[in-house]
């Protein structure tokens, strides 16, 4: 192993080769904070100008693209409520708050910071725990991976406010319904599509993702009458100090160690990703916090922030470990370089640290070198970036239109999706109103597809038979826990309820506080 640390050191550091993790970091990072091209885009952009490279140069490209443009994904999402990809969706959440509340400097700051940090965590794991990881991710079986899936969706708790997480369940399902159109995954046949061939294929993310985040935050300015405010004045200071104090690095650190070694874990699995790992990093850091901590998730809270962009990043270099060890690509993005390997002549497997010892340490090792790019790269450039919330908020709403519309049309050049898009960003509006969290029905989306997947897989080797659920005591353990975060809300407000009663309190606080206050009941059902 010191051997090949050698090499892939030696491979590295070499000055063509350094420079490709400059550029491809630099590419990547701009390439991701446009909406709509995320690190897919982004790596297939590069295809064509890796033919002309040796393999280690070529694929240390092509992951400085792709670590790159999950960077820069986030900035977009924090200025402008649009994610570059979607990896970054969970960014939004709690860095366009920020953004609002003129803390823009700090969130981009917090988020390079944990970029940095979950990147060089993952690189320092994926180092030496490569070959023993990828015996882990291969003992996973079709029925573990349906009950993570199953995991995974539990974790809808943690985009409810409170008292909604009825709501945040009915979102759930409607995400898993929207995922379900397309083409059969066991039979082959086109199912809700209504003989639209147009749907065959399905509803792509990207189109979801930018319906319901930019295009629904758009019109809801627009119907707010936001757009017609006299914009302040603003300079550079007005946007927010970039500096964290003592106490906020106190709050944030633990979070961002967690939720790095957490979303390298889940980018290690195969099809798992960035985008899953950000989604579960955001609702473990929500669950973990205590009551007061969680009223502020949603609203700019910084350990809101410092997940998902630790976990992401930790992700995609976790994601080199399938693709690298074992020949499986972990993404979409990961799937893309496998292909460039093979057209190499390389082939990914346990026989690559062997055969091709330079292409695998030198990937690794460059990918430490490439965060520390990412951070001297950004850092400088957040004052000069924070400049998008200067411009005049109707400049700014054709703009994020433009790059909506565009980013979804060049992903298929299909004129459907528009129309498509549109159609959902009313569903959103109405959602929205009607005060549904639209982040459960992203994550019910994401993970339906490939919780049927593993289904139908899991079914096929059982039988028919349900059994493989508490077979294996790995899945066992995984529905387990599943079934005690789905009961822990309803739980928590018993308890809470008991616990009121027995002190001769109203069980209902809010009922209580009406009292005080001498509201009549008319005006007390219309609160409600």
Not at 92 to 108: E, I, M, N, S, V
Not at 394 to 403: M, N, R, S
Request: hydrophobic share 50%; proline share 5%; glycine share 12%.
């Amino acid at each position: 192993m010191l051997d090949g640390i050698l090499t892939g050191l030696n491979t590295a550091i070499v000055p063509f080769n350094l420079m490709m993790v400059v550029l491809g970091c630099f590419a990547g990072t701009f390439i991701g904070m446009l909406p709509g091209l995320g690190p897919i885009s982004a790596v297939a952009l590069m295809i064509p100008i890796t033919y002309g490279l040796d393999p280690a140069s070529g694929i240390i490209l092509m992951a400085g693209v792709y670590y790159g443009a999950v960077f820069g994904g986030s900035t977009s999402s924090i200025l402008i409520n649009a994610p570059g990809c979607a990896s970054t969706v969970v960014t939004a959440f709690d860095g366009y708050p920020l953004a609002q509340k003129r803390k823009a400097g700090k969130a981009l700051a917090l988020a390079a910071y944990s970029s940095f940090t979950g990147g060089t965590i993952g690189a320092v794991i994926l180092l030496f725990a490569a070959p023993a990881l990828a015996s882990v991710s291969l003992s996973f079986q079709s029925s573990d991976y349906f009950a993570l899936m199953i995991l995974g969706l539990t974790a809808v708790s943690a985009f409810a406010g409170k008292g909604k997480v009825l709501k945040a369940f009915s979102m759930t399902v409607f995400g898993l319904m929207i995922s379900t159109v397309g083409t059969d995954v066991i039979s082959g046949a086109p199912r809700f599509t209504f003989g639209n061939l147009d749907l065959v294929d399905g509803v792509s993310f990207l189109l979801l993702a930018m319906a319901t985040f930019a295009l629904a935050e758009v019109v809801m300015t627009v119907l707010k009458g936001e757009h017609k405010k006299k914009e302040p004045d603003m300079d550079m200071s007005s946007l927010g100090s970039m500096k964290l104090s003592k106490d906020e690095i106190k709050e944030i650190a633990p979070t961002i160690g967690r939720s790095s070694i957490f979303g390298f874990l889940v980018g290690v699995l195969p099809g798992a990703g960035a985008t899953i790992a950000s989604f579960l990093a955001y609702g473990l850091e929500r669950n973990l916090a205590n009551a007061k901590q969680k009223l502020q998730f949603g609203k700019g809270a910084l350990r809101g922030l410092a997940a998902p962009e630790s976990a992401n990043n930790a992700a995609s270099t976790g994601s080199f470990v399938p693709l690298l060890t074992l020949g499986i690509p972990g993404s979409g993005t990961t799937a893309i370089m496998l292909g460039a390997l093979i057209a190499y002549g390389i082939q990914p497997g346990p026989r690559l640290f062997v055969d091709n010892p330079e292409v695998f340490w030198s990937v690794i090792i460059s990918m430490y070198f490439g965060n520390l790019v990412l951070l001297i790269l950004n850092l400088p450039l957040i004052p000069y970036i924070s400049r998008l919330l200067v411009i005049p908020t109707p400049i700014l709403i054709p703009l994020i239109l433009f790059f909506s519309i565009t980013g979804v049309y060049l992903v298929s050049f299909n004129t459907f999706d528009i129309y498509m898009m549109v159609f959902i960003t009313i569903a959103a509006i109405f959602l929205r109103l009607l005060e549904f969290p639209l982040a459960p029905m992203l994550l019910g989306f994401i993970l339906g597809g490939i919780m049927e997947n593993n289904l139908s897989r899991a079914l096929t080797l059982s039988d028919g038979s349900f059994a493989f659920l508490w077979e294996r005591p790995l899945t066992l353990g995984i529905m387990l826990t599943a079934g005690i975060v789905v009961l822990l809300p309803f739980l928590s407000g018993f308890f809470k309820r008991s616990v009121l009663l027995a002190e001769g309190r109203p069980a209902d606080a809010k009922s209580g506080h009406r009292e005080k206050s001498g509201k009549t009941g008319v005006a007390s059902l219309g609160e409600g």
